[in-house]
C-alpha cells in the first residue's frame, strides 16, 4: 500500500513549507530523484544530442533516448518511435491536429469534440475546421450520467467522421472515460481517436494498446516531471505517414538545394525525430524519465488505489456540509480520478479559494480551461477544484473540510 506520509519525505517543497498542496491537476510538485537527475545532467552531461560524436555528447543522446524508451514502456507503446517528446499536452493536440489537418482533413469532413473538452483539445480542431472546411461536432453527456462512452457518439459519427476526440479523465468532473468502446464506435467509420490524457496518464494505469487508441497526449509536469516536457504518442503507421510541421535541424536526414531552380529536397527523419525538430528539451526528457520510474516504482495500480481512497473520504467529509455544499460529477468514487470540484452556495468559487489560501491550503478557482462546460451546466462563475495526488493525506482533506466549514460559519 502507497505510503503518502514516506512519499512525502521525497518532496523538498513539502518539506520546505507547509502549503497543503490541492491544485495536483495544475501541475504536481516534484520529487527529489527528478530534480537531481536534472542537476546531474547539468553538471555532468550537458551536450547537444544526435549531433557530436564525443563522449559527452553520446551520454546526453543515450540518455534522451532511453527517457523516450522509458516513457514507452509506461503506456505500453509497441515501440519507443512511437513516443515523441513536446512541450506539453496543448503543444502535442495543436502539432497533432495540424498534421492531420494536411493529409485527413479535408472539406466537408467532420471533426468529433466532447462538451468535456480543455480549450487545449478544443480550439485545435475547431481551428484547423476554420481553414480546411470541416465541420465539428460537439458531443455532450447526459448531466444524469456525467461521463462519456462510445452510445453517447453513435448520434454523433457518420461516414463523413475522420477524428473523434476526447479527455480520458475530465479536468473538472473528475469523470474516467469510456474510452474502449469510444474507440470501437469511432473505428466502425474508419476515423481516428485522438485521447486527452493529461489527467489520466499521471493518475491511472493507461495502455495505449488496451485503450485501442490513435493518438494520445499528457504533460510531463502533471506527473512528477518538470514542465515543458510533454508526450505525443500516436502509432507508428500513422505517424510514419504524416508529415511534420515543424522545420528544423535533426528531423531530416537529408537536404539538397538545387542553386539553379531553387527546389529543395528533403529526407524526413525516421520517428519520433521527423516531428522533433530542433534542438529538444534534453534535461526535461531526462527529468521526466526520472519520474516515470518514480510512478513505475509505486505501481499506478497503487497511485490509482490512494487517490480513490482519498476522493471516497473526501466526498463523505464534503457531505458533512450537506446542502451548502454542490459537487460536481458523480458521488461514485470508484467512476472518477482523485479531483473534486464543488461549490458553495452564496459564494464566489474566487472566494472560496482566496479562503482556503488564507489558510495555506491551495486549490484552484474559475473555468479550468474549460468555458463551454461551465456554460452547459449553467455555472457562470465556474467552481472550486480540490486535486490529488500520491503524497496527498487525509489530514489534508480534514484541513480543506475544516476550513470550508469555519468559511461557512460552522
Ligand atoms: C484535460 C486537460 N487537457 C489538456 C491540458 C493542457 O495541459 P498543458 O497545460 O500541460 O498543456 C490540461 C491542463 O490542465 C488538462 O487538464
Redesign the pocket.
Known amino acids: 500500500m502507497l505510503n503518502a506520509e514516506k512519499i512525502r519525505e521525497d518532496f523538498p517543497l513539502l518539506k520546505n513549507t507547509n502549503i497543503i498542496y490541492l491544485d495536483n491537476?495544475?501541475t504536481t510538485q516534484k520529487p527529489i530523484q527528478v530534480i537531481e537527475a536534472i542537476k546531474e545532467f547539468y553538471s555532468k552531461y550537458n551536450a547537444n544530442i544526435h549531433r557530436g560524436i564525443y563522449e559527452l555528447s553520446e551520454k546526453a543522446t543515450e540518455l534522451y533516448e532511453e527517457a523516450h524508451e522509458e516513457v514507452a514502456k509506461f503506456i505500453n507503446a509497441r515501440s519507443w518511435e512511437e513516443v515523441i517528446f513536446v512541450?506539453?499536452?496543448?503543444?502535442a493536440?495543436n502539432i497533432l491536429a495540424l498534421t492531420l489537418s494536411k493529409k485527413v482533413i479535408s472539406r466537408g469532413d467532420e471533426i468529433i469534440v466532447t462538451i468535456m473538452?480543455?480549450h487545449?483539445?478544443l480550439l485545435p480542431w475547431f481551428k484547423v475546421a476554420e481553414y480546411t472546411g470541416a465541420k465539428v461536432r460537439v458531443v455532450k453527456f447526459s448531466p444524469a450520467k456525467w461521463s462519456l462512452s462510445g452510445e453517447d457518439l453513435e448520434n454523433y459519427v457518420t461516414e463523413k467522421t475522420r477524428i473523434v476526440t476526447l479527455?480520458h479523465?475530465?479536468?473538472v468532473l473528475g469523470v474516467i472515460n469510456d474510452i474502449k468502446s469510444v474507440a470501437k464506435v469511432a473505428h466502425e467509420v474508419d476515423a481516428l481517436l485522438v485521447v486527452?490524457g493529461?489527467?489520466s496518464v499521471p493518475h491511472l494505469p493507461v495502455d495505449v494498446r488496451e485503450l485501442e487508441a490513435d493518438f494520445l497526449?499528457f504533460?510531463g509536469?502533471?506527473m512528477l516531471g518538470p514542465t515543458g516536457i510533454?508526450v505525443l504518442w500516436g502509432r507508428k503507421d500513422l505517424l510514419e505517414d504524416l508529415p511534420p510541421i515543424l522545420y528544423g535541424g535533426d528531423m531530416i536526414k537529408s537536404v539538397s538545394l538545387d542553386l539553379f531552380t531553387s527546389r529543395l529536397n528533403i529526407v524526413y527523419n525516421d520517428l519520433p525525430w521527423k516531428f522533433e525538430a530542433g534542438t529538444p528539451n534534453i534535461a526535461g526528457g531526462i527529468g521526466l524519465c526520472e519520474a516515470v520510474r518514480y510512478l513505475k516504482k509505486i505501481g499506478m495500480n497503487e497511485v490509482r488505489r490512494h487517490e480513490e481512497k482519498l476522493l471516497q473520504y473526501t466526498l463523505k467529509r464534503l457531505s458533512e456540509l450537506e446542502d451548502k455544499v454542490s459537487i460536481l460529477g458523480p458521488l461514485d468514487f470508484s467512476k472518477r480520478s482523485g479531483l473534486v470540484s464543488f461549490n458553495l452556495s452564496g459564494y464566489d468559487p474566487f472566494a472560496v479559494a482566496s479562503w482556503l489560501a488564507s489558510d495555506n491550503i491551495a486549490v484552484r478557482a474559475g473555468f479550468?480551461?474549460a468555458q463551454p462546460l461551465y456554460k452547459y451546466l449553467g455555472l457562470d462563475k465556474g467552481s472550486v477544484r480540490a486535486s490529488f495526488y500520491i503524497y496527498n493525506t487525509e489530514s489534508e482533506v480534514d484541513a480543506l473540510v475544516e476550513s470550508l466549514k469555519n468559511l461557512l460559519g460552522e
Request: glycine share 4%; proline share 4%.
Open positions: 491537476a495544475a512541450r506539453n499536452t496543448s503543444e493536440l473538452d480543455h487545449s483539445n479527455p479523465v475530465s479536468n486527452d493529461a489527467q497526449a504533460s509536469h502533471k510533454g479550468h480551461c
